[in-house]
């Protein structure tokens, strides 16, 4: 389970205070995937970077009580001066894994041939995405956290076989999708909620958030 309890979160932008959640509440139950949609602005990576413990609340209480990811894309604790296999490895470590396991699986569903054993920061913006998404589903968790959805990179096998190893992990894990979207949470989620002005507003259905939400856009 992951819950908020009265959890508050602003910054200063600078020329004014950007409130992202004020005192809002909301649990994740396992199983329940969920999906949050807010506008381009409004907080979405600062939400998600709350919930795997990132950032930490102004006020108010986040538990959690099973294994959450780091968010996709997520490059911390990546090092750039060493190879994939090192990085994965490291990594897996870290997480009390079997090595050769997420290794080897990262090496597959990356599939970026020789480079696997070369240093992270000579690859391209799209082999590091492959890699950093490969490793996040080497790395079994309950709940997944997206920020914008799933990759979609110019490499057509990488995009089958991450996106079913995804749906695969779905069937016993649960994910928190926040987007601007409401096409990319309709693909994991059945429940949904909107956050707006730093109000996270829930919805019994997708349907309904998506009809409220397309109506105050």
């Not at 999906?35 to 102004?58: F, H, Q, S, W, Y």
């Not at 000579?122 to 492959?130: E, K, L, N, V």
């Amino acid at each position: 389970m992951l819950e908020f309890d009265n959890v508050s979160k602003s910054f200063w932008t600078g020329t004014r205070r950007k409130v992202i959640l004020d005192q809002a509440s909301f649990r994740v139950e396992l199983g329940n995937s969920l999906g949050i949609l807010a506008p381009n602005g409004t907080g979405k990576t600062t939400l998600v970077n709350m919930m795997c413990g990132l950032e930490k609340p102004d006020e108010g209480t986040i538990r959690r009580t099973c294994r959450i990811s780091f968010p996709l894309g997520f490059m911390g604790g990546v090092v750039s001066k060493h190879s994939a296999n090192e990085n994965a490895r490291y990594i897996a470590r870290i997480y009390g894994l079997d090595p050769d396991y997420v290794s080897a699986f990262t090496r597959w569903l990356t599939d970026i041939d020789e480079y696997f054993d070369m240093p992270v920061g000579t690859y391209s913006a799209g082999m590091r995405q492959r890699f950093t998404f490969s490793l996040l589903l080497a790395l079994e968790f309950d709940i997944y956290l997206i920020d914008e959805g799933m990759p979609q990179t110019t490499d057509a096998e990488f995009n089958r076989k991450a996106g079913a190893v995804l749906y695969d992990r779905l069937k016993t894990a649960t994910v928190v999708i926040v987007s601007h979207q409401p096409a990319t949470i309709e693909k994991f989620c059945r429940s949904a909620a909107i956050l707006r002005d730093g109000r996270l507003y829930s919805f019994e259905s997708l349907a309904e958030a998506k009809q409220y939400y397309d109506y105050t856009a």
